[in-house]
Nanobody, 121 residues
């Protein structure tokens, strides 16, 4: 089992920045890929970004590429999402996820509880 706890969400004005963190614990040695997803009210959960724990390969959704940066600190077992140039449409609950059971863009085996990000116009 892997436990994931997100933090860093909040309210920010459009154009501002936030950094989300996701602390992983448990069987983290088995983690291969970790990612961020988001779900806005009334919408389906969508892929935001992912990173390979060993090697650091990254994947981004087109809507955030160039504005968001995913990174990880292997020593701290922590995943980050630096979000710059935030837009009101980035408002959502952001979820951390670990170990995809197929594509990095799809389902994952472990999920955090989510952290709210609200971007005001």
């Amino acid at each position: 089992q892997v436990q994931l706890v997100e933090s860093g969400g909040g309210l920010v004005q459009a154009g501002g920045s936030l950094r989300l963190s996701c602390a992983a614990s448990g069987r983290t040695f088995s983690t291969t890929v970790m990612g961020w997803f988001r779900q806005a009210p009334g919408k389906e959960r969508e892929f935001v970004a992912a990173i390979r724990w060993s090697g650091g390969s990254t994947w981004y959704a087109g809507s955030v590429r160039g504005r968001f940066t995913i990174s990880r600190d292997n020593a701290k077992n922590t995943l980050y999402l630096q979000m710059n140039s935030l837009k009101p449409e980035d408002t959502a609950v952001y979820y951390c996820a670990a170990d995809p059971n197929g594509s990095v863009y799809g389902g994952y085996n472990y999920w955090g509880q989510g952290t709210q990000v609200t971007v005001s116009s």
